[in-house]
Every structure is written in C-alpha cells, then in structure tokens.
C-alpha cells in the first residue's frame, strides 16, 4: 500500500502515458484552468484565471510588476521592456519553454514595429498549445507551461553537424505533438513537417518529478562539458563548439584573444552562457548555413565585443561570404562564418584571405591590410587599405566606441587618388568632429564621405 500510494503521488505530478495531448501540456483553457484541475490546483497561485499572455509571463520568470496589462495592445516600445526585463532574470530549467515561447512573440512583435492587438496576441499563442521544446538537460517539456515530458536521447546532449541534439530533437528547437508524436515546424509554427519522434510509454516519471529546478546555464555547461576536451587557444579549437557559437568568437577577434587565455572550465561557460542565448532568442546554437548572393547587402550581423557582450550591426556583407542566419524572416540575423572562396575578377587574393573560418588577427594598424584582406576577401592591386575613420582622430573615434583599426571600417581606396585627397578627406573629419556628433552621425558621415571621395564602405 506504502508503495501504491507514493506512485499515486509521483504519477499524479508528472502525468500517465496514455494521457491526451492537452492533459500532458495542461494547455491554457479560457480563464486559465487545466483540465480536471478544481480551485488553485494545489496551492500554488499559477492557475488563477488569467488568459495564456498572462499565465506566460508568469512561467516565464518575470515579476508581475513588468508583465503587459490583460486586454492592452502590445507595442514595439513595451515588446522592448518585456524583453529587457526578462533579460534581467535567470532562466531556469523549469521556465525554459515559457521563457523561450515569449521570446518568439516579443521578437515577432519587435520585428513587425506595429502594434499587436491584444486578440491577435492570443491567437498566435493558440498554436503554443500543441508546442513542445527540447532543453539544455535532455528534456522535451511544454513550450507554454515548462512541465518536462520525457527524457530524450537518453538525456546526453550531443554535437552534431555543429548542432546540440538530444536523440533526434535540436536543444531549443519548437516541435508540434500529435498524441504524443512529435512533428517538426515550419517558420510559422502552424505546420507539421517531418517525424521525429515519439512519447515512450515507459515514461520517466521518477526523475520528471524531480526535475525543474536546477539552472539552464548549468545545465548548457555540462553538456558542453563533454564536448570539449582541451582548452581552445585556436581557429581549429573552436569546432568543438556548436557552429553559430563558434563563428561567433572567430568573428571576433577581441574577443577571440581574451577568450583563448582562459582556463577550459571558464572557457565552458562562456560558450554555455552564448549558447544559452542563441538558443533563447533564435532557437539554435548553429543557425542554418548559408552563401550570401547579393552584393552589397546591408544585413544584422550578430557580433561580440571585447568583454562578451553581444551586439547586432547592420553591415554591408561582401557577395560570397558563408553565414549562419539565426531565426527567420525579417527578424533574422547573421554570424559571418568565412569569407569567399574566390577573389572577384581582376583582385589578387592573400593568403591570409584563406585563413581558416576567415578569423582575423587583432586590431591593429600593423594588421590592418591583412584583416581588411580577410573580411573582402580581396586585395586589390593598386589600392590603399584606407581608415575610413581617420587615424589621426583614432582618440576621437575611440570615445564613441569605434576602433579606427576594426576592417570593417576599412576600405580599398585607389592608390592616386587617395594620396591626392587624403589631406581634404582628413579635414572634412576634422570639421565634422567639431560639433561633437553621435555614434550613428559618425557612421553616416563615414558612408557619405564614402560615396563622395569614390570608395565602398563595409558598414
């Protein structure tokens, strides 16, 4: 009887096998209540009658403080502040797929810069119900309420193709449960794909009672942990790394120096605490690989700074390069994997132009000409590797937070006419910084002088 009863119990928390797909998910019903749940479903305040958007932001982890008013259309504006504010909160293992679900939305929001009425808002979270989402743990757990289903791949997290797969599903990835068989999802979220997997019927309800509580980040760390064997003190090290992580620090070489002398333990959690947030945000941690083929295309490109902090640029990507797009549509962006195989026509290539992942060397006038090599894939003959941003205002520039050196703020520039010029261009500069311009005036102002002093600026 003892035993009968503490299987009720466990049984009870985790749910049956042969439960339907809404009982397993306890999908939201209209005021917020789970199927055969009475009252306050024990006590523990999280099935009050509130609709999906507000339970949501309770799972999440945000303090009810920040949540966005029931009824209230959602703007651009306030998508922002919800997006901060969950940035200020740890997630845990148990608020993953809350966490990750509102993320989608407030990124769809932010990406379409108009208000989303507040019926519109609920309808795109209907599809949720059916969601599911693979943690960092091995996981596969309800994209809406977090509650862990069954331990996929026997919970080992494994590298492959630069992706972190748990068994057949991708850590963050979104599938679709039909009865307890799980589809892969279009862009929109609303249409089956692919097979990927079923529920066992010998559900792992011990170890699903006890889960929920730990930390995603730590739980990232461990299964990076067993991926990485040595300390990565090169290019080559980084392929132990899923794909988008490891594109990431080599196009980064700031960063990419400091990250190379740390010990491997903290080397783990930096690439954990990354791919923590790739996969958060953009549902991967290796993007989907992919040629640029437009020449001159301004895109978002996923960069790091100097201490770890993750920043977005629209940048001027040469035709060729080999990227890692994360997330779709307009609200995609890109992490600059490799540069062309093959100079354009008439362009002598470097050899550093082959280096492996087109990584750089650091930023300094010496490596200047080669980086900028790198990042064009080009060094054309009889041209000048040209600070946009001039020199002989580097300190200027560096109180705006812009090294003269980056390559990205190089470019070839005819050797004659950039002696004949170079002494007007630098006091247009000289002029200009006078009235203490922006960061973004300053950007503008080096893509004008571009244009009028006759080269292409990569930025």
């Known amino acids: ?163 972190l797969m748990a068994g057949h599903f991708e850590v963050g990835a979104f599938y679709r449960d039909k009865g307890g068989v799980f589809y892969t999802v279009d862009d929109s979220l609303s249409r089956p794909g692919v097979m990927v997997g079923e529920l066992g019927l010998e559900r792992d309800w011990f170890n699903a009672a006890l889960d929920g509580g730990g930390d995603a980040l730590g739980e990232m760390a461990q299964a990076l942990a067993q991926l990485v064997d040595d300390p990565i003190q090169s290019l080559q090290g980084l392929e132990q790394l899923p794909s988008a992580v490891a594109a990431l620090i080599a196009s980064s070489p700031e ?24 996969v958060m945000i953009y549902g991967s941690a290796a993007g989907t690989a992919t040629r640029l083929g437009t020449a001159g295309a301004r895109l978002p490109v996923l960069s790091l700074s100097a201490e770890g902090a993750l920043a977005i640029e629209q940048v001027v990507v040469p035709v060729g390069y080999a990227a890692a797009a994360l997330g779709t549509g307009a609200g995609a962006v890109y992490v600059l994997m490799e540069s062309p195989k093959a100079p354009s026509e008439g362009a002598q290539t470097s050899s550093a132009a082959k280096g492996a992942g087109g990584g750089f060397k650091p930023f300094t006038e010496g490596n200047f000409r080669e980086n900028l090599a790198r990042l064009t894939g080009k060094m054309p003959e009889g041209a000048h590797a040209h600070h946009v941003f001039s020199q002989q205002f580097a300190k200027d520039f560096r109180k705006a937070g812009i090294n003269v050196n980056d390559p990205k703020f190089g470019a070839w520039w005819e050797r004659a006419s950039h002696l004949k010029k170079a002494v007007e261009y630098n006091r247009r500069w000289k002029k200009f910084l006078g009235d203490n311009p922006s960061f973004e005036q300053i950007l503008q102002f080096g893509r004008e002088l571009g244009g009028e002093f006759g080269f292409q600026v990569n930025f």
């Open 1 to 163: 009887m003892p035993a009968l009863l503490a299987w009720v119990a466990l049984t009870g928390m985790t749910g049956c096998a042969t439960d339907s797909a809404a009982g397993r998910h306890f999908a939201f019903q209209e005021g917020g209540t789970p199927p055969g749940c009475l009252q306050d479903c024990g006590g523990f305040g999280l099935w009050e009658k509130r609709d999906d958007f507000q339970l949501l932001q309770q799972l999440a982890g945000l303090e009810e403080d920040a949540w966005h008013e029931a009824g209230e259309e959602l703007e651009p504006e306030e998508a922002q502040a919800l997006w901060e504010a969950l940035a200020r909160t740890g997630t845990s293992l148990q608020s993953f797929g809350p966490r990750r679900s509102l993320l989608f939305v407030l990124r769809q929001v932010r990406t379409r810069a108009e208000d989303m009425p507040y019926a519109e808002l609920l309808q795109r979270l209907r599809s949720f119900h059916f969601l599911v989402v693979m943690r960092p743990d091995g996981y596969l757990v309800s994209a809406l309420t977090g509650r862990p289903l069954q331990r996929m791949g026997m919970g080992r997290v494994e590298l492959r193709e630069g992706r």
């Open 255 to 278: 960063y990419f120096a400091r990250y190379s002398a740390l010990p491997l333990q903290e080397q783990i959690r930096e690439a954990a605490r990354l791919s923590t947030h790739l």
